[in-house]
C-alpha cells in the first residue's frame, strides 16, 4: 500500500486529458490511475468520448431481450456450462463461489457476447478455438445483433485506449501491451437484474463478492436501487458513484499477477434494492471483461519489481489461467 491513507471511496478521473491532452496531462492522468489501482482497484472515468447513443440503445433493446419471451431466450442459451456465448439464466450457485464461499444463486440473468471479429487466421489456430465460440444472436428483437456487435466493438476500442492508460501508469512505453490484446477472447456480458418479487433468501445478493479474472472491466452501471459496491482495504463495503454518461473501471485478476501484485484486484458486488422498492426495481448494466490473448503471457512486469528481487508469480497464458480459475469454480460449485 502507498505511504498515504489508502482510499476510502472510488475515485471519479476525467480521462480527456489522456486522450488528447498535452504529455504532461497525460502523465497526471496516469498517476492517478496507478494511485487509484494500487489502492482500490476502481475508478469512474468520464471524458471518454465513448457514444452514449450506442450505449442507450444497447441497454433498451437488451432490456427488451430479458423481459421478452422465455423460449427466445431458452434458444440462445449455450450447449455446455463452459462456454460464454449465449443466454445465461439465474445459475444455481452464485458469484461468491468463485471465492470459495457458500452461495445461494446470484439474483441475475446475463447474455454474453464473445469475439464479433474472427477473421484473422490467430483465431482459427486449435488453441484459439478453446476460447472463440460462435455468437448466438436471439431471434428478436431485431436490433440486438447488430446494437451487440456495435457495443463490442465501440467498448473494445476503450479497453485498449485503458490498457495504454494503464502502461504510462506502470511506466512502460504507452503500447506495452498492444501485441498482448490485439486477438483478444474479451466478452460483453448485459446483465438484468430483475425486481424481487419475492424476497431473497439470507445471503442472496444481486451478485455475490467476487473479483474479475481478466486485465480489466468497464462496466456501465444504471441509476437503480441496488447497485455496486467495492470493498475498501480497511473492510468497508462502499457504493460505488453513479455518475451519468460515465464508465466504472476496474481491474481484474490477471492485472494483479501482471503488475506483481501491485495493483489490486478488488472484491466488489450488487446489493438487492430496498424491500420497500424491490418489487419495481429491476437493474441493468453491461460489462466488459478484457481478457487478453489466450496466449499472452502473463509475467511479471519488468518495472513491477525490485531490482534483485523475485517476482511472486510464475508466468502463465491468460486463456490457461481463465481455465483455471473456471474449473475451480466448477470444482466449489459441484462441492455443494
Ligand atoms: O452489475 C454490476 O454493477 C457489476 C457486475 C459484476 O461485477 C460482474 O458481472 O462481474
Ligand atoms: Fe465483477
Not at 445471503?203 to 486485465?215: I, V
Request: aromatic share 10%; net charge negative.
Amino acid at each position: 500500500m502507498s505511504e498515504a491513507a489508502a482510499l476510502e471511496r472510488v475515485p471519479i478521473v476525467d480521462i480527456a486529458p489522456f486522450l488528447g491532452g498535452s504529455e504532461a496531462e497525460r502523465r497526471a492522468v496516469a498517476a492517478i490511475v496507478d494511485r487509484t489501482n494500487r489502492d482500490i482497484g476502481f475508478l469512474v472515468i468520464t471524458g471518454h468520448g465513448f457514444d452514449l447513443d450506442l450505449l442507450s440503445r444497447w441497454f433498451e433493446v437488451s432490456r427488451r431481450f430479458f423481459e421478452g419471451p422465455g423460449s427466445i431466450k431458452r434458444a440462445v442459451m449455450p450447449a455446455a456450462p463452459t462456454i460464454h456465448e449465449g443466454y445465461h439464466g439465474q445459475g444455481l450457485s452464485g458469484l461468491a463461489a468463485k471465492e470459495g464461499e457458500e452461495a445461494p444463486p446470484d439474483l441475475r440473468e446475463y447474455f454474453m457476447i464473445g469475439q464479433v471479429d474472427r477473421d484473422d487466421p490467430l483465431f482459427k489456430t486449435e488453441a484459439a478455438r478453446a476460447f472463440h465460440h460462435d455468437n448466438l444472436w436471439p431471434s428478436e428483437p431485431e436490433a440486438f445483433r447488430e446494437l451487440g456487435t456495435a457495443y463490442y466493438r465501440a467498448i473494445s476500442k476503450l479497453g485498449a485506449d485503458l490498457m495504454r492508460l494503464f502502461a504510462l501508469a506502470l511506466e512502460l512505453p504507452e503500447t506495452w501491451f498492444d501485441d498482448k490484446i490485439d486477438h483478444h477472447f474479451s466478452i460483453v456480458s448485459s446483465i438484468y437484474y430483475p425486481a424481487q418479487k419475492t424476497p431473497p433468501l439470507p445471503g442472496q445478493l444481486r451478485a455475490g463478492a467476487h473479483t474479475d479474472y481478466g486485465s480489466l472491466t468497464i462496466l456501465a452501471p444504471t441509476d437503480a436501487p441496488g447497485g455496486l459496491q467495492v470493498r475498501t482495504l480497511a473492510g468497508d463495503w462502499v457504493d460505488v458513484p453513479y455518475v451519468p454518461g460515465a464508465f466504472v473501471i476496474n481491474i481484474g485478476d490477471m492485472m494483479q499477477r501482471w503488475t506483481n501484485d501491485r495493483w489490486l484486484s478488488n472484491m466488489h458486488r450488487v446489493v438487492n434494492p430496498p424491500s420497500t422498492v424491490a418489487s419495481t426495481s429491476p437493474r441493468q448494466s453491461v460489462a466488459f471483461f478484457l481478457h487478453p490473448n489466450h496466449d499472452a503471457v502473463i509475467e511479471c512486469i519488468p518495472t513491477c519489481v525490485e531490482p534483485g528481487e523475485a517476482p511472486r508469480h510464475a508466468p502463465i497464458l491468460a486463456g490457461a489461467y481463465m481455465m483455471e480459475k473456471e474449473a475451480a469454480i466448477a470444482t466449489a460449485t459441484a462441492r455443494k
